[in-house]
């Protein structure tokens, strides 16, 4: 059992950057791999960003390579997400993911965390 809250989202221009961070609950932070999403307008949602449970893997979406960035702090049970020069095209809901690394089937999301870039 695993709760997640983002916060870091708001309102930035074209080229701003923002900081997304999401806390999770419990001691067992360290056995599950974790994620961004995104749902865009006329868009399902999509990862952004994943990073295994010991950090080691991360798979960013084409889009986002080389402007964010994902990290993790297991011993603060954080996952964070560095967003520099974001762009209009960026602008959506983002989602937090924990899912557990022994049984897939126990996967959490967050509450979401509202981005949005103007021109």
């Known amino acids: 059992q695993l709760q997640l809250v983002e916060s870091g989202g708001g309102l930035v221009q074209a080229g701003d950057s923002l900081r997304l961070s999401c806390a999770a609950s419990?001691?067992?932070?360290?056995?599950?791999?974790a994620g961004w999403y995104r749902r865009t307008p006329g868009k399902d949602r999509e990862p952004v960003a994943t990073i295994g449970y010991n950090g080691r893997i991360i798979k960013y979406a084409d889009s986002v390579k080389g402007r964010f960035t994902v990290t993790r702090d297991n011993d603060k049970n954080t996952v964070y997400l560095q967003m520099n020069r974001l762009e209009p095209e960026d602008t959506g809901v983002y989602y937090c993911q924990a899912r557990y690394y022994y049984n897939s089937a126990n996967t959490y999301w967050g509450q979401g965390t509202q981005v949005t870039v103007s021109s």
């Open positions: 419990g001691r067992t932070f360290n056995q599950y791999d």
